[in-house]
């Protein structure tokens, strides 16, 4: 076995217990100890006179004794007095011994570190390290110290000497961690090498720019920053490569079909549309798995062209599928798919998560002997116990973050036909071209960046809810002349029975109100089958008010509503927002959002409102709210794997992520063999196993 990938146990002085230890932080070998990076470190290198001390500031001070006493403030405790000459600093301990107290004799030498802050004395360290210092005290660190992430029990200076054996270990064999980024590539970003990064890092010499450190802008950490985000590239790369490797149905034209479908829609697809599905269509008439994400803003009509795809399958002989995250997204892209292909001579199956009993084992049957063809449902679809008889397409709606364990798992679905399904993803969520390009580099995207004609935009306003009657008469006015509202309560409660409570209540007192409305209620709580029925009544116009949790969020289509209102929508963001905005402004009549916040606005929340009330861009928006809340928020990072990174940080290394896709091609071209181990460096050993699902 190699020295740097040898176990931690095989470095002096580590047994099984602190083997289990370093366990919990993931420290496995001794090359995991190279990479367990400094959180910050501490100025050791030199003395600093008192006189020149800060509050806040670490440092280390060296002073002779004037006084040592026991004081009674609101804690008892030792307080030493020190003075060097250029000031005064006292010591403070709130736990000590007789011994230590004896220590402290006027006149003895004491070497302090520790962080100063203001105290009743003036400037105080309260429990210090210290020593006497003797004149054989050891002259101060030579680098600065580093301060690692660590566990109970496991103390820094016991980190710090096994990553100085890791180093060393390092140092006679540095071919066991070779450089693999190219040198024009290290040249042309200035950056050094990953031996020399990684001592840097561990061990800063005294001349070391600290706030470059502590700000993650200096070379040595932009280098490791640079190859993480290339390993995580070139992963994604690699699955991608792995899926594309088996076979898929080819799937040339569903023409006869999809036409039937289209002569009986109301309407013409948009350019847009049909730009997409020309691109999908390219990608289904291969013999390799379509990976294709469809962004497409709230209301650009991505369920036609979801539609037109499954068409394509179908007329290939093949099953599809589409995946909804919610019970009530499912249940209205059911209803679409019922109303548009049994008319075709298509049956549709259903298959939720709440589906029990003999009407499970009925749908797992129809799915399994090939009677169902078009399937739609929850994620309970893509489980385990799911198996389809040849399934050529799986659609993911309204997800992007489905990721790559999934994408992986559904490559499995398709197997029983030894072929692997095209799968088309589909999401409302605009992101900014090079965070989709690092995210998403397994997939390829297309965007629906045109909505249907007569569209009116949504207007928005921002009122303070003190004027809730206001806005209750608008209710009234909207409804007496034909038109439905939505009223959505954000609720802060974290139990669903709170926020069922609370939204009852504003349904009690709208109803109290508006006597003569119809009102209904969903929230979380409800049975999936009530729901169902509450929205069925709603977009059948059997009620004229909908009051709902954020449950009624994505996708839900109702045109005839024209009205939302939105309570306390500072306490969202705006992709949020934005995506429930879209739920009005779908017919042709012009559509209003209120948004209904409860004063004072924060400065924050003021510019996130008046984003809302400027646009009705997806895009604008997407950009606004990476501006605010930064990109892991906005990609929800955990399921992307761009969170655990260990270095880089999607927001500060922005100029970085831009590169990253170029870099990896290239690193492909010139250099493929680099790249698995590049990979399992910075993503383990699991990372490695993709490809071998
Ligand atoms: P989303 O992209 O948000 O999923 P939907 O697929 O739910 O949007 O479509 C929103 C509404 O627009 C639906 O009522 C749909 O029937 C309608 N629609 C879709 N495409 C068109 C089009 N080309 N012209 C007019 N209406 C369309
Ligand atoms: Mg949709």
Redesign the pocket.
């Given at each position: 076995m190699s020295e740097l990938q040898a176990p931690v146990t095989s470095l002096k002085g580590v047994g099984e217990a602190l083997a289990l230890k370093l366990a919990r932080l993931r420290l496995d070998t001794v090359a995991d100890l190279l990479f367990h990076l400094p959180l910050r470190y501490q100025d050791r290198t030199r003395l600093t006179p008192m006189g020149g001390l800060r509050a806040g500031q670490e440092a280390v001070v060296e002073g002779d004794v004037m006084a040592c006493d026991i004081v009674k403030g609101r804690r008892r405790s030792l307080l030493v007095r020190l003075r060097d000459g250029s000031g005064i600093l006292s010591l403070r301990f709130f736990h000590f011994s007789p011994a230590q107290q004896q220590q402290f004799t006027p006149g003895t030498r004491i070497r302090a570190f520790g962080e100063a802050r203001a105290g009743a004395t003036g400037l105080e360290i309260y429990h210090p390290e210290y020593r006497l210092a003797g004149a054989a005290a050891p002259a101060v660190e030579e680098h600065f110290t580093p301060i690692y992430p660590t566990t109970e029990g496991l103390h820094q200076s016991r980190l710090r000497a096994l990553v100085q054996q890791a180093l060393r270990r390092l140092e006679s064999h540095p071919e066991e961690l070779p450089e693999l980024l190219p040198v024009a590539l290290r040249e042309r970003f200035h950056l050094p090498q990953l031996g020399d990064s990684l001592h840097l890092l561990h061990q800063p010499p005294p001349d070391t720019d600290l706030a470059q450190l502590a700000e993650g802008r200096h070379p040595a950490t932009r280098r490791l920053a640079l190859e993480e985000l290339l390993a995580h590239q070139l992963s994604l790369r690699e699955v991608r490569r792995r899926i594309q490797a088996d076979g898929a149905p080819p799937l040339p034209s569903g023409r006869g079909l999809q036409a039937r479908f289209l002569t009986q829609l109301p309407?013409?697809?948009?350019g847009a549309?049909r730009r997409v599905l020309e691109e999908i269509a390219h990608d289904l008439s291969r013999p390799a798995p379509m990976l294709r994400l469809v962004q497409?803003d709230?209301?650009?009509?991505?369920?036609?062209v979801a539609a037109m795809a499954a068409l394509a399958a179908l007329a290939g002989d093949c099953q599809a599928a589409i995946m909804a995250p919610t019970e009530i997204l499912a249940e209205q892209h059911y209803r679409s798919f019922k109303a548009w292909f049994e008319p075709l001579g298509v049956d549709v199956a259903w298959l939720s998560g709440k589906l029990k009993g003999k009407q499970r084992l009925d749908a797992k049957a129809a799915i399994a002997d090939g009677r169902a063809r078009m399937v739609v449902g929850t994620h309970a679809l893509f489980q385990e116990d799911v198996h389809f008889q040849r399934l050529g397409l799986a659609i993911i709606d309204e997800q992007h973050r489905f990721g790559v364990h999934q994408r992986l798992a559904l490559r499995e679905k398709g197997q029983a036909g030894g072929l692997t399904p095209h799968q088309l993803i589909m999401t409302?969520t605009p992101i900014p071209r090079t965070l989709a390009m690092s995210a998403y580099a397994d997939l390829d995207v297309s965007v629906i960046d045109e909505l249907?004609?007569g569209r009116t935009p949504v207007k928005t306003v921002v009122v303070p809810d003190e004027r809730r009657p206001e806005v209750v008469e608008r209710i009234r006015r909207a409804c007496r002349e034909g038109r439905q509202a939505y009223w959505v309560c954000t609720l802060i409660e974290e139990s669903e029975a709170l926020q069922y409570q609370a939204a009852e209540a504003t349904r009690e007192e709208l109803a109290e109100a508006l006597p003569e409305l119809a009102i209904g209620l969903v929230h979380g709580r409800m049975k999936s089958a009530e729901k169902a029925e509450i929205m069925t009544a709603f977009k059948a116009g059997e009620l004229d008010l909908l009051v709902a949790t954020t449950v009624i969020e994505v996708?839900v289509?109702v045109?005839n509503a024209s009205l939302m209102i939105i309570e306390n929508p500072e306490r969202l963001g705006l992709s949020q927002l934005h995506q429930l905005r879209?739920r009005v402004g779908?017919g042709d009549t012009e559509s209003f959002c209120v948004l209904l916040y409860h004063p004072p606005l924060s400065a924050g929340s003021r510019q996130r409102l008046g984003v809302m009330r400027e646009t009705t861009d997806g895009f604008r928006i997407a950009e606004k709210d990476l501006e605010i809340r930064g990109p892991g928020e906005v990609l929800g990072t955990r399921q992307t794997g761009l969170a655990q990174m260990k270095v880089a940080d999607l927001e500060r290394d922005a100029d970085l992520l831009e590169q990253v896709s170029a870099l990896a091609r290239a690193m492909l071209e010139q250099a493929p063999e680099a790249a698995p181990t590049l990979i399992r460096r910075w993503l383990g050993e699991e990372a490695g196993r993709y490809g071998q699902v």
């Open positions: 309407f013409a697809l948009t549309q497409g709230v209301g650009s009509g991505k369920t036609v409302a249907p004609p996708g289509d045109p879209g779908r």
